[in-house]
Structures are given as structure tokens and as C-alpha cells.
């Protein structure tokens, strides 16, 4: 590991500050899943006690969603070294099987999840955008390949607002899933250069997914990739539309919370705008454990080898909004709807923010899915 990683792991004191934070150590209740766990073993590594492989599997079981960081007074990253001990495995060749096979989907078909062909009803509203125009719609991987629902209730609710956009056929992956797999290795880069080169032929591009918007507007830059587009988030971009009165509002009004997707809150500092969108549709209210302080709701990745926990992991963040007496859920996270949604619980609906805007501009009553709730399409083969 680098000097900089070592130093963060050796810092480390294993206090229990960051422990109440974790969602993944709080849905098992497993020490080994919280931050000081993960340091522990990285630093007995470190020394020669134990060997990369025999940590490895507990590298996986971190979310990597920046709480423990934001928690720790004494300003250590565990992210970072999670994230540098996972490319030390895929360089070393020690990676588990589950994510070899994820890795290998992503430089072969250019997804983890394998996913070869999209939900035919996407490709009909993607070809109606085929043409090109300065604004780019970049719906991510996730979207694409595991919830068309939501990527295709995001292309309506741009039509309905006569935006003129491109969407485009053959998405090329930003670079967030290998990057979260493996870390910074070259082909994590190379995915990433061939994206931007892609986004730079817009004069804009709004960023469905906030996985990918963290990697645009963070990671690009600290690998000296270079953006010349502008590059806005959903929910912004949706604030604006607001702002402009394309959107109007309701007067029916749902009691909602919002799901802050960390990527946003945490990584990129953006809570105002999605706000401003869901106060204007919902009676709003806030849950424990939001904006930069968000608990993770779950993700679509993590489902791959560990579907169980992301359920219970969802479960507590529904049970957390029932405690402020919300009868839904609202996100900007493509994943963490998609995560909420396998929780299955009937007395809480799971909006997206496409999902309460068109139900109230379309004067029905809000669903929990548009399409009667079909979330997971395109399996691997």
C-alpha cells in the first residue's frame, strides 16, 4: 500500500466512534463489518500477521458510503483504504470469485451484472432521443440494465416538460462500478477516459444516477480527466425545471421524507435542490439521519453477494421513516429505490423523484411504481 494508505489504516485508534454509523455492521450486528474491524484486519496485514486473502471477503462488506469517514474526529479515511486494499487483491490476483466474475462483466459487456440486451420498452423511448442534440440524458448502468422503469419514467418526465435531449443507445459505463470493485487500476481509467470522451461531444449532461454524477464530478477531476461539458444531477436540474415553472407542484400532498443518496449528500454536497423538489409534492419531513449525515438505504451492487443484508439494511431505513410517521420514500438514487423497493414493505411506498413528480403533474394519485412495480429486468445469462 502506499505510505498515505498505511498511515490512515496505523491511525487508526479502533475506537467505536464511527460504530453506531455503519448500516451494514448495523443490519448484521457483526464487529467484523464495522469501520475499526476493517482497520484492524488491514493493519495486521500490514504487519505480516495475516495475509491479503484471508481479509478479503470483509473488504466486500463495506458499503464504502463515507459515513465512518465523516464520523471520525481524527480525520482517517477508511474509505480509502478499503478501496486501495481492493485494488492490492485485483492486482495480487487474489479476488473472490463473485467479484471476479462482477470485474470480468464489466470489461467484457461493459455492466457487472452481464446484462447483454435492455427491457424492450427502453429501447423504444431511448430511440426516440436517439437524434443529437446539446443535452445528455445519462441514465448509468443500473438504470439501464437492472430498473427500466425508472429510467424510463425519467425520459417522460423530460418529455413532459418539453426538454429536447439525446439519449444514447450504447451508454458507455462511467467508470463507477469497477472503480467501486477495484479501486483506481487502469482499466477503472480506461473506462472512465472513454466515457468523458463521450460526454464532452454535449454542451450539457444531467446525471440520473448519483453514482455516476460522484465519479463526473470527483473522481474525473482527481484523475485528471477532463470534463468540458457542464455537468448537473437529476434532482438539480429538476429544481430548475422548478424554478422556471415547468414543473408546478401539487396541492395534494403526500407525507413524504427524502432517501439522501450519500453520493449527493455527503460526496458532492448537494441536499437543497431534491428538497425543494419533494417539499413542492410532499408533506415533508425529515428522518433521522439525513443529509450529509444519511444512512444508506442498499444498493444494487452489493445485492450481487450479499442479498440478505442489503434487504435488512433497506428494512431499517423504512423503519426509520415510519418513526417520523411517513407514508413514503422518496430518493434520487436509482439503487437505493431499487433496494427499498425488495424490502417490500406495504405500508410504506417507494417513490422515485420521476415517480411523485408525474403522479401529481399527471393529476393520479402517487404509486409505488408505474409500471405495477416491476423493478429487476435483464438478468445476466
Known sequence: MTKNVEKH?????FCWMCRHICPIGNATGQERNTARARALGLSLVNRGALGLEEVIDNLYECACCGACTKECVTGWDPVLFVKQARLECALDGVLPDYIEKLVNNCIE???AYGVLELDEALKDAIAAHAQKTGTLLFLGVDARCRVPNAARD???????AGVVFTVL????????QMDYLIGRAEETKGQMENCAKTLNAFENVVVYDPQDAKVFKREYKELGIALSCG????????????????LKGSNEKIAAVYQDPFELSRDLGETDAPRKVVSAYARYSEMLMHGKDTMWAGNLLMREWMPDVMKDVARMRIQNAKGVGAA???????????????????????????????AAEEKNTPVSGTDGGTVYAGQPE
Open 9 to 13: 489504516v496505523d491511525s487508526c485508534r
Open 109 to 111: 459487456r461493459q455492466n
Open 154 to 160: 425519467a425520459i417522460r418526465l423530460l418529455e413532459k
Open 169 to 176: 443507445d450504447e451508454e458507455p459505463p462511467s467508470g463507477q
Open 231 to 246: 455537468v448537473e444531477t437529476f434532482p438539480t436540474f429538476l429544481a430548475g425545471l422548478l424554478d422556471q415553472g415547468v
Open 328 to 358: 413514503a420514500i422518496v430518493t434520487a438514487s436509482v439503487s437505493e429505490y431499487a433496494s427499498l423497493k425488495a424490502a417490500a414493505d406495504p405500508d410504506m411506498q417507494i417513490l422515485s423523484l420521476e415517480e411523485l413528480i408525474l
